[in-house]
């Protein structure tokens, strides 16, 4: 067996232990380069990669490996950032793990459940323990958690309403996998307002009301998604009115969504909006500032991405109108982080919000902040300020002799960008930047450009700060 094969065969059998989501971020592009002495030393493509698998891998992939090779007795790690996706060293894991099954959908959207009842499958991604909250969808969230626990009692029908994209698919769904947790044997049915409606449609042209009505009676829970566009459809108001009772008489629980309360519900029946009134009815409400940071900070976990508290904050304090909008933010952010390597600021993540609606709205603080720095022409001394501020680290330090890392990077980029994109003379940069000579300046350009060939992060910082600046 090759190195290759060897350390193939290693993953795939780490991956039922540590899931596939876990191999496909910290396993491409790794790579086994030797084995002697019974030290096996393993190459990883980041340095950020390196504390990650000392403390959460190290002892899985070292039992792995000696159960496939006995005479491996320890593991050194080693960053080479020449480890990539043309590297033929290292193992393209997507190429052995196509499907992320973990964060996607299942691929089969509906299971059949005992007695022929077709439900929509649950997403595993909607809990009740991830759903984030906050004062505006406490109750919301209480009165699900509670029916999770004791299905068909106090709160039936539970009828949860609000605007577009506040989290009532999350709670439903959510609400459905709580109780299958529970109790694995109860059958749990999800469906939308229109399936529920084709369903209907197509029982009526093959004549066969009973057969519809017969596939309700061993549903132990129904979820109802959106019942709003049961609107004027009569017939389709009808049947749900049978299966309603029905499961209501057996001490069954239905759970209902809707974008607007009962009594708003002007184009359905009366006896239906008099049924959800009897039971408990809670509306979810858009998060405040505080909850929803939070999820952002959640979502960002689970992409298992970094971003600054101000630049969470400012996507926050602008999209105060849907969970879904701020999410599709977001998402555009960390696009933006991992392919076009730019870490985001908030001036970069204000274009994105721009793109979705017309205004940006400031944080007090930061208009004058943005403004001034296209006002002014870019000097060295704006870029010691831009640059110092970008890695929150003292001027006085970068102006200063500190030789540690993070005084010399930023020291050194800001050189670097004074050179290739102000084209002031070596001299002259190095009097700026505490009376250095030019050949320190010269070693710091060249520093950065051999930095900028391996490290990806440094890349990013680059791009943001000539972002912030408006150079180009
Ligand atoms: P609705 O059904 O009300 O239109 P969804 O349930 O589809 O809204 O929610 C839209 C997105 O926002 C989903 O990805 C959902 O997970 C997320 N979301 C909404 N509210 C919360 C919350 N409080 N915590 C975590 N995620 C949330
Ligand atoms: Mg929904």
């Keep these: 067996m090759s190195h290759k094969e060897l350390w193939l065969q290693i993953i795939l059998d780490l991956e039922p232990k540590i899931n596939r989501a876990n191999v496909i971020t910290w396993f491409r592009n790794t790579a086994l380069f030797e084995i002697k002495e019974g030290l096996m030393k393993v190459g990883l493509p ?30 050194a790690y080693v960053v080479d950032t020449g480890l990539g996706e043309k590297d033929s060293r290292g193992i393209d894991v997507l190429k052995h793990f196509p499907e992320k099954k973990v964060r996607k959908l299942p691929k089969k959207r509906e299971v059949v459940l005992p007695g022929g009842i077709v439900s ?9 323990d991830n759903f984030i909250v906050g004062p505006e969808n406490r109750l919301a969230h209480a009165a699900c958690t509670t029916v999770a626990k004791y299905p068909g009692e106090n709160y039936n029908p539970l009828f949860i309403y609000g605007g577009v994209g506040l989290g009532k698919t999350h709670l439903l769904q959510g609400t459905g996998n709580a109780l299958l947790q529970n109790d694995p044997n109860c059958v749990v049915m999800y469906t939308t307002t229109e399936a529920f409606t084709n369903e209907v449609i197509d029982c009526i042209q093959a004549r066969n009301m009973n057969r519809f009505r017969n596939r309700y009676r061993k549903v ?81 976990q689970e992409a298992q991405v970094i971003i600054s508290r101000d630049v969470i904050e400012f996507i926050a304090f602008n999209i105060d109108y849907s969970v879904r909008a701020l999410e599709g933010v977001l998402q555009r952010v960390i696009a933006q982080y991992e392919l076009e390597h730019m870490t985001p600021t908030v001036n970069s993540v204000a274009e994105i919000i721009k793109h979705n609606q017309k205004e940006v709205k400031w944080i007090p603080g930061y208009s004058e902040k943005a403004e001034a720095k296209t006002k002014y022409a870019i000097t060295i001394e704006s870029l010691v300020t831009s640059v110092s501020d970008y890695y929150q680290v003292p001027k006085s330090e970068v102006m200063g ?49 051999q930095y900028l060939k391996k490290d990806r992060q440094l890349l990013r910082d680059l791009n943001a700060i000539k972002k912030e600046t408006g150079i180009s």
């Design 220 to 300: 132990d829970t129904l979820i109802i998604d959106d019942i709003q566009f049961i609107a004027n459809k009569e017939r389709t108001q009808e049947e749900f009115f049978h299966t309603f009772n029905t499961l209501f008489d057996a001490g069954k629980q239905v759970i209902i969504s809707s974008d607007r309360s009962p009594h708003e519900l002007t184009l359905l029946s009366e006896r239906l909006i008099s049924r959800f009134e009897s039971g408990m009815i809670v509306d979810v409400k858009m998060p405040d500032l505080e909850t929803r940071m939070a999820i952002l900070q959640e979502r960002c």
């Design 46 to 75: 980041l340095p950020m990669f390196l504390d990650w698998h000392v403390r959460h891998y190290m002892k899985e992939t070292l039992e792995t490996a000696q159960k496939i090779d006995p005479s491996i007795r320890n593991i």
């Design 120 to 128: 929509k499958m649950f997403n595993p991604r909607y809990q009740l």
């Design 401 to 449: 002799t500190a030789r540690n890392r993070e005084f010399m990077v930023p020291r050194q980029m800001i050189m670097y960008l004074a050179k290739t994109k102000l084209n002031i003379s070596l001299s002259k940069i190095g009097e700026h930047i505490g009376n250095r000579n030019h050949t320190t300046v010269m070693h710091a350009v060249e520093k950065i450009n």
